[in-house]
């Protein structure tokens, strides 16, 4: 299926339809209406099925959507069939956070190795997962298979960090080092994430409630 055309947008949402399909799985519903999914998900029922018919609808008129089916083709959009490889630089709190949450590991993204320059780090290991000094990266991505990198270190060096990673073929980048990278080959992928970005937006809505 061709995604290329599909706006992010539309992508941005689909990890929301995935999580209420999977709780709907859990509670054992076989079926839903997209006027029921609707409600569930606080999203017009229009949007639902606009949505969907990105990827060719996945529903049948009067029978609604089959929740294991969609779940699974959702899943399928979202590349979570395929297991992928994460490599996390920086072993700090936010690393090593990174590699204590198991959660990961049922959505196909298995944390195979961390990297840091703190020589104190090296050896240990994070629910069984290696430390390893940043001088071992490369021969460790020639040797091992790496789908993701997560940059979990200080931003004054992830951006040399991450072209080092795009020459060692990582074409995937996580990225909560404060700053953009600078990244030109069109191949790679780049996903910031932000906390602060999200407090910040928080607290826009707490001043705007307050103000009105
Ligand atoms: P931390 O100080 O606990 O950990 C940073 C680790 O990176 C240390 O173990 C350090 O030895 C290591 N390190 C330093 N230079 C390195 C290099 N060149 N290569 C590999 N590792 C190196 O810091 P923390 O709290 O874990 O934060 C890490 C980064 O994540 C910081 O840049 C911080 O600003 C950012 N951060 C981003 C968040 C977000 O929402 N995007 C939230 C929290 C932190």
Redesign the pocket.
Known sequence: MEQKDISQAVIRRMPRYYRFLGELLDEGVERISSNDLSNRMQVTASQIRQDLNNFGGFGQQGYGYNVQFLYDEIGKILGLNEKHNIIV???????QALANYVKFEKLGFVITAL????PE?KGKKIRGIEIHM?DELDEYCKDNPVDIAAL????A??DL?AQRLVGLGIKAFWN???VDLNISDQDVVVEN????ESLMQLSYNIVKNKNS
């Not at 990297?115 to 703190?118: I, L, P």
């Not at 994430?193 to 602060?196: A, D, F, Q, T």
């Open positions: 630089i920086g072993a700090g709190n936010l690393g990297f840091d320059v703190n780090l940043l979990t270190m200080p931003k060096e992830a960090t909560f080092a404060h994430v932000h906390l602060s």
